[in-house]
């Protein structure tokens, strides 16, 4: 199979060169894609080099998939591009996520809402894989009336730029900066834009995107979205309230049969999931379950995954098998 991987010089392309090449995708020949000052340089690919194109030359080398991870502009330009060319397209940014006609998916959660005719499949936001993934089998099972969540994000969240200046500032040396204010030794409460209401893209995204991947707009979901000078992964403290009551020790076996979910939750060894511990892996780790003891049929945890992984380049490759697995590639 022909691959493009669109941003394949960037931190989530590279992983998911690395993610393609861990699960075996079928991988004939890679046709790895950025912008044009990359282009002729040479990534490394099972073993081979494979020099880097752009775009346009990507679409009249015809893959099978282009797998997106290059920003949300280069994404409204060219998915559609690659779409009318009969090429699917996994999109890693939020350009599609929303609009009605196009599909956002997590593939434990949702992966039988694609069709064939999906030419342009959305990947959701990396702090909303994480938390759906969870949010799923409790769902089914007791009904989610609201979620509050607050966000720790990984600097590896905004891409290359973020991690070379946090490595910068802790070297004292000065440099480009990625983020409005210094991130070594701070915390910054504000991710993507502000909008009207007050509330970050980011945050809102976690709002929407839950309701669309779960396909149920009742669920309630108000977030705070914060920056951390982690690399890791990304970890968020979730307050979910059931409809229904619900047992802990039920809850917990619950999340231990969940496919993609590891619970690590130990308070007499000081177990929990943290960055460190996810970094580079695929799960989902979830851990401080406890009963919210203000109000009834409530529950708070602490849910970490490494955004790179689940919430971007892995995510974006289980779409890919699907559609493999369908043969509709
Ligand atoms: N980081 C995460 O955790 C995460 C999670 C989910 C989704 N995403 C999304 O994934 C995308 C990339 O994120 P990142 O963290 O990997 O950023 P990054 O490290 O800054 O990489 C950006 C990539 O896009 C390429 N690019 C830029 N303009 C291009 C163009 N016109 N045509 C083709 N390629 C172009 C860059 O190529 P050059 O090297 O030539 O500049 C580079 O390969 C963003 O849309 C982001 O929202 C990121």
Redesign the pocket.
């Known amino acids: 199979m022909k691959v493009a991987v ?8 590279s992983k998911m060169l690395q993610v393609l090449t861990e699960r075996n995708f079928p991988v004939t020949e890679l046709i790895p ?3 044009e ?2 282009v002729g340089k040479e990534v490394t690919f099972k073993g081979k080099t494979w020099k880097v194109v ?2 346009a030359t990507a679409i009249a080398m015809k893959p099978n998939v282009a797998i997106f ?4 502009g ?1 994404s409204l330009e060219w998915a559609p591009k690659f779409a009318e060319a009969g090429i699917t397209v996994i999109d ?3 350009a599609w996520r929303m609009d009605p006609s196009k599909k956002l998916v997590v593939p434990e959660v949702n992966g039988d809402a694609i069709t064939q005719d999906d030419k342009i499949i959305a ?1 959701p ?2 702090s909303t894989i994480q938390m759906v993934l969870v949010l799923k089998p409790l769902h089914e099972k007791y009904k989610i009336k609201r979620v509050v969540v607050s966000t720790y994000q990984s600097v ?6 973020a991690v070379t200046q946090l490595m910068n500032e802790r070297q004292g040396i000065s440099g480009e900066m990625a983020y409005a204010y210094p991130i070594d030794l701070n915390v910054i409460p504000q991710i993507d834009v502000f909008l009207d209401n007050g509330y970050t893209k980011e945050e809102m995204k976690m709002v929407n995107e839950t309701k669309k991947i779960m396909r149920d707009d009742s669920i309630l979901v108000t977030a705070t979205t914060v920056r951390i000078p982690v690399m890791g992964g990304h970890s968020e403290s979730v307050n979910i309230e059931f409809e229904n009551e619900y047992d802990v020790k039920e809850l917990r076996g619950l999340l231990e049969q969940t496919p993609g979910v590891i619970v690590v939750d130990d308070p007499s060894k000081a177990q929990y999931p943290m960055p460190k511990d996810a970094h580079d892996k695929d799960e989902v780790f979830v851990g401080r379950i406890r009963r919210d003891e203000t109000q009834p049929k409530t529950v708070n945890m602490w849910i970490v995954a490494d ?2 992984r689940k ?2 380049a892995t995510n974006a490759v289980q779409i890919a098998e699907y559609l493999s697995g369908k043969n509709w590639l």
Do not use: E, F
């Not at 991870?69 to 949300?72: E, H, L, Q």
């Open positions: 669109v941003g394949a010089t960037g931190l989530v392309g894609v950025a912008s000052k990359s752009n775009a991870s290059a920003g949300g280069t890693n940014s939020s990947n936001n990396c590896t969240g905004t891409g290359v730029k955004n790179l919430g971007a």
